[in-house]
């Protein structure tokens, strides 16, 4: 079956990227700049290429897009969405939060997700219908349903200096209401902490479709709620998402509906 295939081929290739990951880590980047505070490292492109270069070989007819730029064409409805390196501000500095993020889409839905993180040797896997996983120990979202019980994570874009919608209003709303909020860096790790329990919401802006891949679908097969800001359904091309134990969700967007 496709699936299989797809499997077997997104687990080397997350291996093979995580090794570059580690290895790079002994190394000090090369550091280069596609924005402001938008940094891009030897390393991200790198784990890309190595990670488009074993789709291509062993899937030629999937599509990919990667984060880096990297794009192959298909025509078998089956589209990839690789971040080869989530995470590269802590990367950059050393700080051991990040991961590899591959999401899989069949004529535009999500079918499979995995999410690596190579420092701890946690494999993320979710199929769609068959559940997600920890190193192959099934997952389930949290039970709390109040928000003063809540550990909920967050992520700012890289204009948070300059730019008005910067996601520091409703950080402020959820750190009075919350038990606390964190920031890690990595937003597809994020997701799959609320996937795990770890996290009982998570919300953020401007992201991009290869951020949330993977940890989207993570969170909906261990039984929680993705959405857009308002409420709706949430689509990969809407940059904007909320992600939680389901329980939480309803307070969650209203918070995000107050007045600032």
Request: contains cysteine; hydrophobic residues 40%; negative net charge.
């Amino acid at each position: 079956m496709e699936i299989d295939a797809i499997r077997e081929v997104a687990l080397r290739a997350a291996k093979e990227a995580g090794a570059i990951l580690r290895q790079g880590l002994e190394q000090r980047p090369t550091i280069e700049f596609k924005g402001v505070k938008n940094l891009v490292t030897n390393i991200d492109r790198r784990s890309e290429e190595a990670i488009a270069d074993l789709v291509r070989r062993k899937l030629p007819h999937h599509g990919v897009v990667c984060e880096e730029g990297t794009r192959l064409d298909g025509n078998s409805g089956y589209r990839w969405l690789v971040d080869p390196l989530d995470g590269t501000t802590n990367y950059a500095h050393g700080y051991p939060c990040f991961s590899v993020s591959i999401g899989v889409e069949k004529d535009g839905e999500l079918v499979f997700g995995l999410v690596y993180d190579p420092n701890l040797e946690e494999l993320f896997i979710a199929e769609r219908g068959g559940g997600a996983f920890l190193n192959g120990k099934r997952l389930q979202v949290s039970a709390i349903g109040t928000m003063p019980d809540a550990l909920l994570a967050t992520g700012f874009p890289n204009d948070v200096a300059g730019a008005t919608q910067n996601n520091l209003d409703y950080f402020v709303r959820f750190m009075k209401r919350a038990q606390g909020v964190r920031r890690p860096g990595s937003a597809a790790l994020d997701l799959c902490y609320v996937a795990a329990g770890r996290f009982d919401g998570f919300w953020e802006l401007k992201l991009y479709p290869w951020d949330m891949a993977a940890g989207s679908l993570m969170v909906s097969e261990a039984g929680g709620r993705v959405t857009d800001l308002r409420g709706g359904p949430h689509h990969l091309s809407n940059p904007q998402i909320v992600a939680s134990n389901g329980l939480l969700h309803d307070e969650m967007l209203r918070v995000l509906a107050m007045e600032s």
